[in-house]
């Protein structure tokens, strides 16, 4: 069977490059069919589902094909008494999330975007938001999936129940994969209940040492946040979430009130409309910006990571924004657009970090300082054997070749 | 004691008194164990009834160690089995024969704690328990607790990806690694994750968490710790009959409610219990232990709402643990439950398999109605929060015909996993006992899939070939029956 395909338009485009060729299967079997062609046909093939992440890494070396995974949207298969979904990969998560809703459930996953980004995009792209703080990745919520390897061989792992030590980790293998090692073509994920009660507090206007603190208190005082982000360039404005049962939120703000006593800072817990309102402007902050890059360290290098990442950026950019996540270690900083200085400033900013045992990753930049920067610096230490897992899994180098780290 | 012969690879070389000497200088000649009544403490590990003798054992003390073991073994030709504590369940450190064995129990340094940030980096021979001991002072734990953990290593945890009761909250040893130093079977050393973060590339620990010891041999750990949860809530619910006591875990999943831990007991396993225990118990049916954790409102509030379901649900009675003795000692009755199982029966199989946690009642009631069509009793204690089924096939190896029937059925509980959309393991392992049902689980596409994971890291099979992936010419075979640990004959283990 040949599976349809057309010419690669403008709204197709990978990094500005415009494919000849778009497949956009609407079945596994078509997804396997597709990348048999392209395998007769030696193209390269980058997947697309929301596009909301193809900033992540390098530009693909080659473009011979997209394959859109648009078409490939149902539920599968949805036991809520087991908190269990098997979805296609080319869902969005807020289609997922809605039609969990129902049964007072959902996937404790909340990266920007929701409405465009896939849930199969997702999990390849490692995306994440406030909601890590508590749940993880989709790496921590992944149970089972169907990959389509780059010969067109459909393969599954893991299964549809919580527990299984059944074989090798596909699914979580595939979490940041970026495209490089096979299309995932079904997830099956845990789900948890929707919480009763939610409830976030701001504290506003902490300096970084403060900011390390709270996420430090939060620990010792023996809370269990769902989600705690910062936004602003020094001073921060931290917000805290809890939720659950209601007595417990109500008693861990009132905990988390005394925190906020301790380190001097303000405590406000906001109604519901200023607290959707917050989380919508961390969103959009996460979103917004031609420069977006991923900082990693660990969260009691936060005051360095504020003077030499987060500060290097912001001097050389005017406009540049922060959103963390001050107790993983991990942040964005975006600016407007691309500056004078600014491939330096990334360059400090990353030998800080490289320092600190953490990394400096491109989420987005526009294609002149793209050139001037490498996508994902100092080569992982294990190089030799993430080269021969995708020379095992894809020996023709042909899916997304050159956008993972590394250059693989 | 029946022994089956392991369903090996092909072995590759033979040490040689040359290779042994080798050996023995890298690792010290104290450490390398190569006389024939020394090397049978390895043969088997927790499933005994597989058994081979290894062609030596070598007990390293350093990584430099472990790579100079493993390029020596490359270049002489002989597959490389490493080993933990010896406690796995399903001979994921059965030797092939001729092999090296390379045992971690020497390397069990504590080598960094760093509380602020909630990680620590060990040596794989420590016992899983010793880590959190060591963090108990500073509030903090390491939270996959397999019911082995007083004496299973961490290096064991991370190769079997091993659970425990709280995983269903905690989850299990792969959500809790963050980084590990690895030998890989060229005899490199590799650092693969660590404390921060997203480190870019691929996610490879993801592939090496319960890879079974067939893709390198890990030499250091970096744990994710905990901060203990403020406050714990227990809770024991005895039921007329398992409908109930599934009925009631439904409810309190359905309502909400994430518990720590939910285990279940039927019948047979609550007298076992009791034999071996003395926890006064009534012999009921059916009955549920649950642990809720977290913020003490949280808690509180959990258990008060878990007791009213679970009185809904049609439980006889409701008890909560006066204090922690108290709830001691009734986690000690449920993990003891299977070592007591050897009051009640004279041999038992011990069987693993995940169903989807909905089915729980049909499928106990399925497991029932075979073991009646066998003439054959089974006990059932298992993580009923996650669906990890443990049924225990109870037969008398003197009575002609009752082992093999016994294999049989717990062989259809397996198949009877697969068709409820479950798993053959949830958290033993594949090892060499399981080896075979991979093709009932798996078609050879995903199994091929998983086959070019293993060749990008151990192109050559040194390690632990034959385990974790079937060849074709395996499947077919069949596996054998259950024989105790020593350890947990002499009560120094529990099983679960």
Known sequence: MAVARRPGAAADAVLDAVPPVVFEPASTAEAAEALRECAGEKRAVVFVGGGTELGVGAPPRGLGAVLRTGALSRVVEYAPADQIVTVEAGITLAALQGSLRGHHQRLALDPPRAGEATVGGIVAANSFGPLRTRYGTSRDLIVGVTLVRADGVVARGGGKVVKNVAGFDLPRLMVGSLGTLGLIATATFRLHPLPDESATLLLPGLAAAAVRRLAARLREAQLEPAAVAVVGINPFDAAVRFEGFTASVKAQSERLAAIAGELGAACDRLAPAPAASWWERHDAARSRGAVRLKLAALPSQFETVARE??????????????????????????????????????????????????????HAAPPELRAALDPWGAAPPALALMRSLKAQLDPEARLAPGRQAGGI | MSTRPGTHAAAAGKVTAGVAARMAAIVGARNCISEASELSTYECDGLLAMR????????????????????????????????????????????????????????????????????????????????????????????????????????????ENSGGAHCLKYGFTTNHVLGVRAVLADGSVADIGGPVLDAPGYDLLAALVGSEGTLAIVTEVVLRILRKPEATRTLFATFPTTDEAGQAVSAIIASGIVPAAIEMM???????????????????????????????????????????????????????????????????????????????????????????????????????????????????????????????????????????????????????????????????????????????????????????????????????????????????????????????????????
């Not at chain 1, 993983?328 to 600190?356: D, H, K, Q, T």
């Not at chain 2, 080993?83 to 092939?96: E, H, M």
């Not at chain 2, 939270?143 to 064991?156: E, F, L, T, Y």
């Not at chain 2, 007298?271 to 232990?289: F, I, N, Q, R, S």
């Open chain 2, 52 to 159: 081979v003798a290894p062609g030596l054992v070598v007990l390293p003390g350093s990584t430099e160690e472990v790579a100079a073991v493993v390029r020596l073994a490359r270049e002489a030709g002989l597959a490389i089995v490493p080993r933990g504590a010896g406690t796995g369940l399903s001979g994921g450190a059965l030797p092939v024969p001729g092999c090296v064995v390379v045992a971690l129990s020497r390397m069990r340094r504590i080598l960094a704690v760093d509380l602020e940030n909630g990680w620590m980096r060990v040596e794989p021979g420590i016992a899983n328990l010793d880590v959190s001991k060591h963090l108990a002072p500073a509030g903090a734990y390491y939270a996959p607790d397999p019911s082995s953990q007083s004496i299973c290593s961490i290096g064991g945890n991370v190769a």
């Open chain 2, 266 to 496: 039927d019948r047979l396993a609550i007298v076992a219990a009791k034999a071996a225990t003395g926890v006064d118990w009534p012999e009921v049916g059916a009955a549920l232990l649950m642990d809720v954790d977290g913020p003490l409102a949280e808690a509180e509030f959990t258990v008060a709402n878990a007791e009213r379901l679970v009185r809904s649900a049609g439980a006889l009675e409701v008890r909560r643990p006066r204090d922690e003795a108290e709830r001691a000692l009734m986690w000690k009755g449920r993990k003891s439950a299977f070592a007591a199982v050897g009051r009640i029966s004279p041999n038992y199989i011990v069987q693993d398999g995940v169903i989807p946690r909905s089915e729980i009642a049909r499928v106990l009631g399925e497991v029932e109605r075979l073991a009646t069509e066998a003439g054959l009793r089974v006990a059932n204690v298992f993580h009923a929060g996650d669906g990890n089924l443990h049924p225990l096939v109870l037969y008398d190896g003197h009575v002609a015909g009752q082992q093999q029937r016994a294999e049989e059925l717990a062989g259809e509980i397996l198949r009877m996993c697969i068709r409820y959309g479950g798993s053959i393991t949830g958290e033993h392992g594949v090892g060499a006992d399981k080896v075979l049902y991979m093709c009932d689980m798996f078609g050879r596409d995903d199994l091929e899939t998983m086959d070019l994971v293993r060749a990008a890291f151990d192109p050559g099979r040194l390690f632990n070939p034959g385990k974790l992936l079937p060849t074709p010419r395996l499947c077919g075979e069949r596996p054998g029956p259950y024989v105790p640990h020593p350890a947990e004959v002499a009560g120094v283990a529990e099983r679960f």
């Open chain 1, 309 to 362: 990442a987060i500060g290097a950026v912001a001097t050389a950019a005017a406009g540049s924004e922060y959103v963390g996540y001050p107790t993983l270690g991990l942040g964005f900083v975006s600016a407007p657009a691309a500056g004078n200085g600014l491939a330096a400033a990334i360059g400090a900013a990353r030998a800080a970090l490289e320092r600190l045992g953490g990394s400096l990753a491109v």
